[in-house]
């Protein structure tokens, strides 16, 4: 996401949004040293904003990587809230664990290894914001795991949907009005 945040808007939002703290300036570091594309501390800011804006109590994530997006999630959560991190990468959720518990967050994570959207089907909801960044060509079916969990007033994102060539807007916004998705084969 970050690369498509231009520059005045990354300016203005480190200049009034949560700042990134120790850790995740060490987990931004880590994500340019190997290559993974993490969402930058502007977007990350902007999470965390929109959490504390519909009160969000809990947090379900499609893909976590690392933990990066999930560890500005449960800096704006209430003490009793809960962020879902859900990873296929065994080694990737681990180094989450370690970030949450450095960061002393790990009391607000509870973390899943393996497929997302399986994760998604057995857990109840109500889930307050998701963020949805797991195999973007799942992006669809993600979302119809995950919508009748999600409250009125309650936010899902879909990082880079708009621009994955694998993503269909047309599909998208006809799941967003209510609609369910027809597979022709």
């Not at 203005?12 to 501390?41: C, N, R, S, W």
């Not at 009391?107 to 057995?122: L, M, N, Q, S, V």
């Not at 307050?128 to 993600?142: F, G, M, P, Q, S």
Request: proline share 5%; net charge negative.
């Amino acid at each position: 996401m970050s690369e498509l945040v231009s520059e005045d808007v990354t300016r203005f939002a480190h200049a009034i949004g949560p700042q990134p703290d120790e850790i995740l300036k060490q987990m931004d570091e880590y994500g340019a040293e190997i290559g993974f594309p993490t969402v930058g501390p502007a977007v990350g800011g902007w999470l965390a904003t929109l959490c504390r804006l519909v009160d969000a109590e809990r947090v379900f994530e499609f893909g976590s990587g690392f933990g990066y997006s999930a560890y500005w999630f449960a800096r704006a959560l209430p003490p009793t809230g809960e962020v879902v991190l859900t990873e296929i990468d065994e080694d990737e959720l681990d180094r989450a664990r370690e970030y949450f518990d450095r960061g002393d967050l790990a009391e607000h994570a509870t973390f899943e290894h393996g497929d997302a959207i399986d994760y998604a089907r057995e857990y109840e909801g109500p889930f307050d914001v998701v963020l949805i960044d797991n195999e973007k060509h799942r992006y669809e079916e993600a979302f119809d795991a995950i919508r009748e969990k999600v409250p009125p007033g309650g936010v899902v994102v879909a990082d880079n949907a708009m621009t994955s060539p694998s993503v269909d807007f047309e599909t998208v916004l006809e799941l967003v009005e209510g609609g369910t998705v027809s597979k022709s084969t």
